[in-house]
């Protein structure tokens, strides 16, 4: 059974950071490039960022650049969403997504999503 897992988000002050963590399972990590979505309430879902396989090379969403880094974990199968200087609008429920190429909503594994709360 394929698992995505997220974890480590919650409420914080803005300014602040997080760190989310995305556990995988019931796949060949090596062979996905792994992401993160995320959707605000009341809005689309929209991409953050992504990262793949063997190269780790990386995607970050352009109001994101310089405020979070995304990383993986080969050994741990697990990727994880570095965030900092955190804002009010960043408040939305984060995804990890998994599949063979990134960029697009139809992605193959969705995690159930982590909630981050940024109060100003």
């Known amino acids: 059974e394929v698992q995505l897992v997220e974890s480590g988000g919650g409420l914080v002050q803005a300014g602040g950071s997080l760190r989310l963590s995305c556990a995988a399972s019931?796949?060949?990590?090596?062979?996905?490039?792994i992401g993160w979505f995320r959707q605000a309430p009341g809005k689309e879902r929209e991409e953050v960022s992504c990262?793949?396989?063997?190269?780790?090379?990386?995607y970050m969403a352009d109001s994101m650049k310089g405020r979070f880094t995304i990383s993986r974990d080969i050994g741990k199968n697990t990727v994880y969403l570095q965030m900092n200087n955190l804002k009010p609008e960043d408040t939305a429920v984060y995804y990890c997504?998994?599949?063979?190429?990134?960029?697009?909503?139809?992605?193959?594994?969705w995690g159930n999503g982590t909630l981050v709360t940024v109060s100003s």
């Open positions: 997504v998994a599949d063979l190429l990134c960029g697009h909503t139809g992605m193959k594994y």
């Open positions: 019931g796949f060949t990590f090596d062979d996905y490039l």
């Open positions: 990262i793949t396989s063997s190269d780790f090379i990386t």
